[in-house]
C-alpha cells in the first residue's frame, strides 16, 4: 500500500528553526509537494521537489532524498503566522496525489 | 497567477437539500479539478477527480450519485451534495492543476457545509 508518514504535531519557539519529516513508500514517484494549511482554511502551496537536494525559498527550504523515500520542510526564523499544518503530499507513478496526514505545528512566543 | 475560486464559503442548510458548490480557475485552463473534503483535524480526503468534458473518476467509497461532479469548461466545476444529511457536513474543498503531470495544485477556499 501506500503511505507518508510525518509527526502529528510539533512545538517551537518564535525565531528558532525547526525541521518537519515526512517518509513516503508510494507506487512511483513523481515530486513531492509541500503545502500549508492554516485552521479553517484551504492549503497553499510551500514547495516541489523531484530531484534529490534542498530547495530554498526564503525562510522556507525543502529537502529530498529518492533513495531513502525521504523529505524535510525546514522553517527558519518563525513567526507566530507559521503556526499552522504543515502536509506531505508524493505524486505517484499514476501522478495521483497521496496526501499526509499533515503536522499541526505550534509556536510558542 | 494560478488563482482558484470556490463559491460558496459557507452554506448552512436543512437536511435534504441539495447545495451546488462551484470551482473556478481565474487565470488558467484547468483541464483537471480535484474534490477533496476535509473533517476537523483529519486530513484531506480525495472524493473525485473531475476532468473537462468526461465522466469524474470516484474514489472508493464515494457516491457517484449522491456527490454530483460536473466539468463543462476548462475553467469551471461543480459540486452538487444532493439531499445533504447531518453526516454530510465538512469543509469542501476544489483545487486545479495547470497541467496533467507533476504540477503543484491550487486550491480554492473552501466551502463549509452545515446541514441541520
Known amino acids: 500500500g501506500q503511505n507518508i508518514d510525518q509527526p502529528t504535531e510539533m512545538t517551537a519557539t518564535e525565531g528558532a528553526i525547526v525541521q518537519i519529516n515526512c517518509t513516503y513508500q508510494t507506487s512511483g514517484f513523481n515530486g513531492l509537494f509541500w503545502y500549508q494549511q492554516h485552521a479553517g482554511e484551504a492549503p497553499t502551496f510551500l514547495s516541489y521537489?523531484?530531484l534529490d537536494g534542498l530547495e530554498e525559498k526564503g525562510r522556507f527550504s525543502s529537502f529530498l532524498s529518492r533513495s531513502k523515500g525521504y523529505s524535510y520542510l525546514l522553517l527558519k526564523e518563525l513567526q507566530m503566522k507559521d503556526s499552522a499544518s504543515y502536509l506531505c503530499?508524493?505524486?505517484?507513478?499514476?501522478?495521483?496525489?497521496?496526501w499526509g496526514a499533515g503536522t499541526k505545528l505550534i509556536i510558542k512566543p | 497567477g494560478a488563482v482558484v475560486s470556490q463559491h460558496p464559503s459557507w452554506v448552512i442548510c436543512k437536511s435534504g437539500t441539495s447545495v451546488k458548490i462551484e470551482c473556478r480557475s481565474l487565470?488558467?485552463?484547468?483541464?483537471?479539478m480535484f474534490w477533496y473534503r476535509q473533517f476537523p483535524k483529519q486530513s484531506l480526503m480525495l472524493m473525485a477527480t473531475?476532468?473537462?468534458?468526461?465522466?469524474?473518476?470516484?474514489e472508493q467509497g464515494v457516491e457517484k450519485d449522491k456527490f454530483l461532479i460536473n466539468h463543462a469548461s476548462l475553467t469551471l466545476s461543480t459540486l452538487t451534495v444532493t439531499s445533504a444529511h447531518p453526516e454530510d457536513s465538512s469543509f469542501y474543498i476544489c483545487?486545479?492543476?495547470?497541467?496533467?503531470?507533476?504540477?503543484?495544485?491550487?486550491f480554492g477556499d473552501g466551502t463549509r457545509l452545515s446541514i441541520l
Open positions: 487565470d488558467f485552463q484547468a483541464t483537471t
Open positions: 521537489n523531484v
Open positions: 503530499a508524493v505524486m505517484d507513478s499514476n501522478y495521483q496525489l497521496i
Open positions: 483545487s486545479a492543476s495547470e497541467g496533467p503531470e507533476s504540477q503543484p495544485q491550487h
Open positions: 473531475s476532468n473537462e468534458g468526461s465522466k469524474a473518476t470516484y
